[in-house]
């Protein structure tokens, strides 16, 4: 069993380093713990913020929205859901061609055309918070009603929308890097998080993959990413789940549970991903982004639209 201290260390080097974080910024404490704590103490923790933030009044999930649900909370993992309307994946894939992106890991690179990476060590062309926020669209998928009230059934409240993120991931290259790898997301206490396809994605394009089941299960939580052969030796090769599908297709995720997007190995792929928290992640802006519309509910809302 990996002691409290080694997996403080998969976030933070040391206690000092933990209460300087916590001082630079309020958001932290609660997300440098969450590697700490136990599944147990974190289901403990989500129910008990739950009971005490904003419900919607009345909210009813229809039939198929308890579907989603129950597949959440069962699998961890929802099955497909139809394909965008082809005018939104149009737009959508037109505006993303049209920004460049960046390696957030590699500065000194500068800013590329999506499909112009200038080094090989780029595995992931990245977009900002903000150009993820201004793409087309992009405010009616956050606010999507369907996922919204099975963000509040399985979170128990209100969603936070936090950690926004759209990127390319390209083919051609000899080592999986970050979250090709398979991990956990230790964003949130209890999260999960709407993946969209923009690309067709099929065995060679970079699927995204993730082990059913393992949402609700500790083995290997050692805060650090981890090998097929001990994905496959602990929960066993049935588990794994290999997603592909035609471009505009969209699924949601507890992202708790083991997951990666594979290496592409012959053409990129583009994928939007939107997370739905109990409460707000330093993943997130300080400082919200853009003007808020009347049909947004600001507490959703909050951390990108004022």
């Known amino acids: 069993m990996v002691s409290l201290t080694e997996r403080l260390k998969t976030r ?19 997300y440098d713990l969450l590697p ?38 069962h699998d961890g993992l929802t099955g497909l859901q139809p394909p965008l309307p082809a005018g939104v994946l149009s737009d959508l894939v037109s505006y993303f061609k049209a920004t460049p992106c960046h390696d957030p890991y590699r500065p000194h ?3 590329f055309d999506w499909n112009q990476p200038p080094s090989d060590e780029i595995n992931i062309g990245y977009y900002t918070w903000e150009e993820v926020l201004r793409a087309p669209h992009m405010l009616d998928l956050m606010n999507s009603p369907d996922i919204l009230a099975v963000a509040e059934a399985y979170l128990g409240c209100k969603p936070v ?33 709407a993946f969209y396809y923009l690309t067709d994605i ?6 995204h993959t993730y082990v059913r089941g393992s949402h609700q299960d500790r083995r290997l939580e050692s805060g650090k990413a981890q090998t097929d052969d001990a994905i496959i030796e602990a929960f066993g090769a049935d588990a794994i ?25 012959d053409k990129p792929r583009l994928l939007l991903a939107i997370e739905y928290n109990l409460y707000p992640s330093p993943l997130s802006p300080k400082q919200p982004l853009m003007e808020r519309l009347p049909q947004h509910d600001p507490y959703i809302n909050k951390l990108f639209l004022k």
Do not use: M
Not at 202 to 207: C, E
């Open 12 to 30: 933070v080097p040391t206690w000092q380093r933990f209460f300087q974080r916590a001082r630079e910024d309020a958001r932290n404490p609660a």
């Open 36 to 73: 700490v704590l136990g599944l147990d103490q974190r289901n403990g923790f989500s129910r008990t913020l739950a009971a005490f933030s904003p419900k919607t009044p009345g909210l009813r999930p229809t039939d198929a929205q308890a579907i989603l649900h129950d597949q959440l909370r």
């Open 109 to 111: 690179l500068g800013l």
């Open 161 to 193: 929308i936090d950690n926004i993120g759209a990127a390319w991931g390209y083919p051609g290259r000899n080592t999986a890097k970050g979250v090709q790898r398979f991990h956990r997301d230790y964003d949130c206490s209890r999260c999960f998080k």
């Open 202 to 207: 099929d065995a060679t394009s970079g699927p």
């Open 241 to 265: 789940e290999t997603i592909t599908a035609p471009a505009g297709s969209w699924f949601l995720e507890d992202v708790y549970g083991f997951h990666k997007g594979q290496l592409p190995a």
